[in-house]
């Protein structure tokens, strides 16, 4: 066993079949993996923000149907990859989390992570200019290894 931790991060779209070559590579090595699905949270439509002077957040009534939905399907893959680790044998764990970014970094050392992989899927230039990226973010302001695929 080398003793090692893998942050596998992947959203509620990644493919079974990628997540099962993971999970046999893991095996193979000897590695424990640690798999953090992000969720996507139900977004705020554009008219709940306030504008000054009036402020606050006017949350529609449904927004709690569409997060306990979000929840439940997120909880429903957290399973999914669960039943996968478990198929093939791979030492590890799944964690989530719904919302809209996520501190990975944080969650890396939490994890006590040795490499992060995770997809690189680019939106377009100007998005990225403005507000940045995760996968740039990560690999300009991270100490660990990044392993980034597409």
């Not at 990644?14 to 424990?32: C, F, Q, R, Y």
Request: aromatic share 4%; net charge negative.
């Amino acid at each position: 066993m080398n003793n090692r931790t893998i942050l596998y991060v992947m959203n509620t779209e990644t493919p079974d079949a990628e997540i099962s070559k993971m999970a046999d590579a893991a095996v193979l090595d000897g590695t424990h993996l640690v798999c953090l699905i992000l969720g996507k949270a139900p977004p705020l439509p554009m008219y709940a923000y306030g504008a000054v002077p009036y402020g606050g957040i006017n949350v529609p009534d449904h927004w709690a149907e569409l997060a306990k939905e979000a929840q439940t399907n997120l909880k429903n893959r957290v399973n999914a990859v669960e039943a996968l680790l478990a198929k093939s044998g791979a030492s590890g764990q799944v964690n989530s989390t719904l919302a809209a970014t996520v501190d990975i970094k944080h969650r890396a050392k939490e994890f006590g992570a040795d490499l992060v992989v995770m997809g690189a899927y680019g939106h377009a230039r100007v998005i990225q200019t403005i507000l940045g990226g995760t996968t740039r973010t990560m690999i300009e302001q991270t100490e660990l290894p990044v392993l980034v695929a597409h």
